[in-house]
C-alpha cells in the first residue's frame, strides 16, 4: 500500500492482525460515525479519532461558523477553468496544511460528477462537463491533498448530477454512457492518484441505490483494485444486510444508523459474513495509516502556510481561472497610469459571492469584494448596486448589529427549559449551525443585539429555520411562528434555505433598537441550526438603476459585477432559469447604453444567459473565485495578470436542448446518452468549451506526430503530438494547446468531436514555444462490453476551443 512520506510502513498483515484483536461488536462499532464529523476512536487497533471535513472550496472543520475560519479558496469550475495541474496539485497542498492545521485527517472533497447540465444545484461544486479535463484536475487535486498526507474522498459515486430528489431517484443510465463519461473520472482518480476514499451517492443508478450497488464491489474493487475506503454520503445508507454486502465499509453521520446492534445480528445469523466486516475494519484501519489516525504511528508533518502565502496562492488561482470571453476594442487590460474614475457597479460588486452553497460552505476570514480591490490599487471608485438580485432576507452581518456591551455582533445566550441562562457566547455573524451537537441543557437560544440604523428606511429583522422564533423589538414581541419545511424538501433546504419570518423596523439614520430573537428547536432534529436576518433599506430597482447609470456616464470606465445568489446555487435544489436574478439584465444594457466603455464581470459558479453579451466591451467570467477575488479581479482588470482561464464548460446561448434534472415518478433518465454539454448537437453555444481570450493572439504554426509509419499506431499505444504555436500580440501569455478527436464515418454513435488532450504553454511576444500532448489509447476507444478500438481513421483537431482548431491531422489506429 502507497503511505504519505514520512510514515513508517505498515504490512498488510500488521493491519489485519489489529482487525483480529477486536470483538465483532468492536468492530461493527468503528463502521458507523461516532458523530456529524468524526469516527470512534479503538485503543484495541490503534485507533485515534479520525475526523473528515466538508470542502472543496476550503477546509471547514468541526466548527461551522465564523468563529474558526477556512482559507476561501476558489470553487471547482473556477479550478477546472485554469485547466493547469501543476496549480490545482499546489493548491491541494494549500487545502492540506489548512486540513492539518483544522485537525483534519479526511477531505470529503473532490466532487467529480459532470456538468449533464447547467441546471444542476451542485454544478459550482463540480469541474467539467468533459469527463477527460474532469479526470486531469481531479488527480493533480487529490495527489496534492494525499501527497501531504491527507485524504481526498472522491465523491459522488455515481451519476449524481443533480439535486432534484437526489436521494430517492433513480439515473437510468445506459451502459456506454455510464461508463464513457460518469464514470471515468472516477476511474483515473482511483486508478492514476490511489484515492483513499469514495463516498457513495444518494441516488439510485439502473435500479440499485447506491449504498447498496452492486457497482461498489464489480467496478470498484474487482475492476480497477481500489484498495480504499467506502463511505455514505450522509444520511444515504438505508439497509443493514444490502448495503454491508454491497462494499460500503462506513455509514456516517454517527452514531445512529442501520448497522450497529442490526448489522451484528445480521453477522450472527449468517446473513453477512464477518470476513466481510473484517474487509472494512481493515479498509477503515489502512486510511487511518496514510493519514496518521493510528496512535502508534507518526502522522504525517505538513508545513504550516502563512496568511501571505495563503492569500498569494489563492489570489493567483483565482486570475488564473477568470476566462475573458469577450475583449472588443482591446479595452482590457486598463491602462495602469491616467485612468480616472471607474464605476463599480452591480449587486455582487460590494457583496462578492466567493463560494457556492450547502455543504461546500465554508466561512472565510475575510473576502475582498470588486470595490475594495479596485480601490486597493489605487483607482478612484464610485459604487452602487444598481439592482437587488435576492429575494430572502440575508443573514445579519455586523455593520448594524452591537452586543450590548457595545461590541459588533450578537450576544447568545443558552436558556434551559427552566429559563436559566446555562451559557452566553459573543457572534460576529448571523449564522448559527451545531450539526449533530445538542446544545444541553439548553432548549432555546436568544440572540440579543442593538440595531443600529446607518441610513434612514426600513430594516428587515427576523429569523430563518425549522422551529419556534420569536421576535422582540424595544422590549415588545412582535412575532410568535413555528417555521416548517415543506412535503419532500430536502434536507440541505433546512441549512440554506430555511423558512424565514422577519419584521420590518423603521430607523433614522444613527436610530438603534433593542431587538431580542428566540429561538426553540424541535428535539428530534439533526442538529441546532438557524439565521438571525437584518436587511438594511433599499430604493425601488428603478432608483437604483438610475442611480447607477449616472455614475457610469459620468465614469471613464465601468464595471458591472452581476452574478447568482445563494438562492440560485446551491446544494439541495437545481436551478428553475440560466436568467441572472432579477433585474441585472436590464442594469447592465442600461449602463452600456451610458458608457460604452463597459465590462461585465460574471459572478456566478456556472453558467448563466447573457443576452446582452454582443452590447457590451469587455465580459470576464469570475466564477466563485474565493476570498482573494477583488484583488485577483485588479490584477486582471489592470494587466499584472493574464485572465488564464479557458471554459470548462459551455456556456449556452438558450436554454433550448438543454437535459432537465426533473425526475418522473421518481426516475431521471439520461436519453441524451453521450450528448451533453458541447458534445450535445442541439446545444447553441454563448461561448464554446474551451473559449479564452487572454490578452495575447496566438498562431499555430506547425504539429508532428511521433506514429510510426504513415500515421499508423498500435491501439494500445500513446499518440504524442508536438505542436508549435507562436505569440503574435505585445504581452506575453499562456495558451492552452487543445486537442480534440472525431471519427468521420464511424459505424459508432459519436459525439461531433471530444476532447483527447491538451498542454500549455507560456511565451514572449513574438516567441515560439512547443507543446507536447500526449493522447492516450482510451481516446479513441468505445464501451462495448469492454474497452474496444474501432479500428480505422480518426482525425484530431488541434486549436484553441473545441470550435477553433486550425489544424488537424489524421491518425489511423488498428
Known amino acids: 500500500m502507497t503511505l504519505p512520506t514520512g510514515v513508517t510502513p505498515l504490512i498488510e498483515p500488521d493491519l489485519a492482525t489489529r482487525v ?19 469516527l470512534h476512536p479503538e485503543p484495541d487497533a490503534g485507533l485515534g479519532r479520525l475526523v473528515v471535513s466538508d470542502g472543496p472550496a476550503g477546509v471547514r472543520g468541526e466548527l461551522w461558523d465564523e468563529r474558526e475560519p477556512s482559507a476561501n479558496v476558489p470553487s471547482p469550475t473556477a479550478l477546472a477553468a485554469t485547466w493547469d495541474e501543476d496549480l490545482v496539485e499546489a ?45 486531469r484536475i481531479g488527480v493533480a487535486y487529490v495527489r496534492g491533498l494525499q501527497n501531504a498526507g491527507v485524504g481526498a474522498t472522491v465523491k459522488h459515486f455515481v451519476a449524481n448530477d443533480s439535486e432534484t430528489e437526489r436521494m430517492t431517484l433513480d439515473a437510468q443510465v445506459d451502459e456506454r454512457a455510464l461508463r464513457e463519461l460518469y464514470l471515468a473520472p472516477f476511474e483515473a482518480i482511483v486508478r492514476e492518484a490511489g484515492v483513499w476514499s469514495v463516498m457513495a451517492a444518494y441516488n439510485g443508478v439502473n435500479g440499485a441505490t447506491m449504498t447498496e450497488s452492486p457497482l461498489l464491489r464489480q467496478i470498484l474493487h474487482d475492476e480497477w483494485g481500489f484498495d480504499g475506503l467506502v463511505m455514505s454520503d450522509w444520511f444515504a445508507t438505508r439497509s443493514t444486510e444490502p448495503a454491508a454486502n454491497a462494499a460500503l465499509d462506513l455509514v456516517m453521520p454517527g452514531p445512529h444508523g442501520p448497522w450497529g446492534e442490526a448489522l451484528v445480528a445480521a453477522v450472527r445469523a449468517g446473513k453477512v459474513a464477518e470476513s466481510t466486516v473484517d474487509d472494512k475494519v481493515l479498509r477503515l484501519l489502512r486510511l487511518a495509516a496514510r493519514v496518521g489516525a493510528l496512535t502508534d504511528v507518526p502522522a504525517p508533518d505538513v508545513p504550516a502556510l502563512t496568511a501571505d502565502q495563503i492569500a498569494l496562492r489563492i489570489r493567483e488561482t483565482a486570475a488564473a481561472g477568470f476566462v475573458l470571453a469577450r475583449n472588443e476594442g482591446a479595452l482590457l487590460p486598463l491602462p495602469a497610469t491616467g485612468l480616472g474614475t471607474v464605476a463599480v457597479l452591480g449587486p455582487n460588486a460590494d457583496v462578492a459571492r466567493t463560494l457556492g452553497g450547502g455543504s461546500a460552505t465554508v466561512f472565510p476570514p475575510y473576502v475582498v469584494s470588486a470595490v475594495d480591490g479596485l480601490r486597493g490599487a489605487g ?30 455582533g450578537a450576544e447568545l445566550r443558552f436558556i434551559a427549559a427552566d429559563g436559566s441562562v446555562v451559557a452566553t457566547e459573543h457572534r460576529t455573524g448571523g449564522a448559527f449551525i451545531w450539526l449533530g451537537a445538542a446544545i444541553a441543557p439548553a432548549t432555546h437560544v436568544a440572540v440579543h ?19 419556534r422564533f420569536r421576535l422582540a423589538v424595544r422590549g415588545t414581541e412582535v412575532f410568535d411562528d413555528e417555521l416548517v419545511l415543506g412535503p419532500g424538501a430536502d434536507i440541505a433546504e433546512a441549512l440554506m434555505t430555511p423558512p424565514q419570518r422577519t419584521y420590518p423596523v423603521y430607523l433614522e439614520a444613527g436610530e438603534s433598537a433593542e431587538v431580542v430573537l428566540t429561538y426553540e428547536w424541535a428535539p428530534d432534529g439533526f442538529g441546532v441550526v438557524f439565521q438571525f436576518n437584518v436587511d438594511p433599506p433599499f430604493g425601488t430597482d428603478e432608483e437604483e438603476i438610475e442611480r447607477a447609470v449616472a455614475l457610469a456616464r459620468d465614469a471613464d470606465v465601468a464595471v458591472v459585477v452581476v452574478g447568482t445568489t445563494e438562492e440560485v446555487e446551491s446544494e439541495g435544489f437545481d436551478r428553475t432559469s440560466l436568467a441572472l436574478p432579477g433585474r441585472q439584465d436590464e442594469l447592465v444594457r442600461r449602463v452600456a447604453a451610458a458608457n460604452p466603455r463597459t465590462v461585465v464581470v460574471v459572478n456566478a459558479g456556472a453558467p448563466v444567459l447573457l443576452p446582452w453579451a454582443d452590447e457590451v466591451a469587455a465580459v470576464l467570467l469570475a466564477w466563485f473565485p474565493g476570498q482573494e477575488f477583488g484583488n485577483a479581479l485588479a490584477d486582471v482588470l489592470f494587466g499584472l495578470t493574464e485572465p488564464g482561464g479557458r471554459l470548462p464548460t459551455t456556456w449556452p446561448r438558450t436554454e433550448v436542448g438543454l437535459p432537465q434534472t426533473r425526475p418522473v415518478d421518481s426516475v431521471l433518465k439520461y436519453g441524451e446518452g453521450l450528448a451533453i454539454g458541447y458534445r450535445g448537437a442541439g446545444t447553441e453555444a454563448r461561448y464554446p468549451f474551451g473559449h479564452g481570450l487572454g490578452y495575447t493572439s496566438w498562431e499555430y504554426t506547425s504539429m508532428s506526430c511521433d506514429a510510426a509509419g504513415e500515421g499508423e499506431v498500435a491501439a494500445s499505444g500513446d499518440v504524442v503530438l508536438t505542436v508549435r504555436v507562436r505569440n503574435t500580440g505585445e504581452r506575453a501569455g499562456r495558451e492552452v494547446v487543445q486537442v480534440y478527436a472525431s471519427r468521420p464515418g464511424s459505424a459508432i454513435d459519436r459525439p461531433a468531436r471530444w476532447l483527447a488532450g491538451f498542454a500549455a504553454v507560456t511565451a514572449a511576444p513574438g516567441e515560439e514555444a512547443t507543446a507536447t500532448v500526449t493522447i492516450r489509447p482510451r481516446a479513441f476507444q468505445h464501451w462495448d462490453g ?4 474501432e479500428p480505422g481513421a480518426f482525425t484530431l483537431h488541434i486549436g484553441r476551443s473545441v470550435v477553433d482548431t486550425p489544424l488537424r491531422h489524421e491518425v489511423e489506429i488498428r
Do not use: M
Request: hydrophobic share 40%.
Open 786 to 789: 469492454g474497452w474496444t478500438t
Open 449 to 467: 443585539a442593538t440595531l443600529v440604523a446607518t441610513a434612514a428606511g426600513r430594516y428587515e429583522v427576523g429569523g430563518s429555520g425549522v422551529g
Open 379 to 408: 483607482v478612484e471608485v464610485t459604487h452602487a448596486p444598481g439592482v437587488r438580485a435576492h429575494t430572502r432576507i440575508p443573514v445579519a452581518r455586523p455593520t448594524w448589529l452591537r452586543t450590548p456591551d457595545g461590541r459588533p
Open 20 to 38: 483480529a484483536r477486536l470483538s465483532l461488536e468492536q468492530k461493527v462499532r468503528l463502521l458507523t460515525g461516532a458523530d456529524f464529523w468524526s
Open 91 to 135: 493548491l491541494g497542498g494549500l487545502l492540506a496544511a489548512e486540513a492539518r492545521r483544522k485537525g483534519v485527517h479526511v477531505l470529503l472533497a473532490p466532487t467529480v460528477n459532470l456538468h449533464r447540465t447547467p441546471y444542476g444545484g451542485r454544478h459550482f461544486e463540480c469541474f467539467s462537463e468533459d469527463p477527460l479535463l474532469t479526470a
